[in-house]
């Protein structure tokens, strides 16, 4: 059995930046960064934009749903930060754990369960407020698109329900 060789000091300090790079070019793969955009200016051109983060929690592939795949993921947005118009092929469930969310409703409806445990259910074209402690529940139906136009990032965990091979986000126009 091969006892682990521990990292040197130069080692341990690149191995941080190389663990974020895998994970942006994994998310770069899944077409994820695209789903983000800065609102800064032409003046900000040499300062790169901020880019939404989803981190891979657990993924499934049920065998009471053939077909689909199961995501579990934490997804920050930046300060400042708007995600393109977008819908999910399948369930998605989404809880807001800090930071506000402006979600826009495109098209569909959207159900929010409140932290307090009230739902809502709210038809678009439509602008809600997600605080700490709301859900959503979004379908195939809901065309939407979320910002945080806040100081601090926005994360939320979520669960996806979507069919084999489908993006985790479906631009739409």
Known sequence: MNTPTPLSRQQHRLAKPAATLVAVAFATMLGLSSCGSSSGTASDASVPAPQVVREPLGQATPANAPGQTLYLQEVTIPAHTKLGTHLHEGTQVARVRSGVLT???????????????????????????????????????LTHF??????IPVVITLAALLRDGAPLATPQK
């Open 103 to 141: 979600y826009n409703i495109v098209s569909g409806v959207a159900v929010v369960t409140r932290a307090g445990g009230v739902v809502e259910n709210f038809t678009g074209p439509l602008v809600i407020t997600l605080k700490p402690g709301d859900a959503i529940t979004e379908t195939e139906q």
């Open 146 to 151: 979320g910002a945080n136009d806040g100081d």
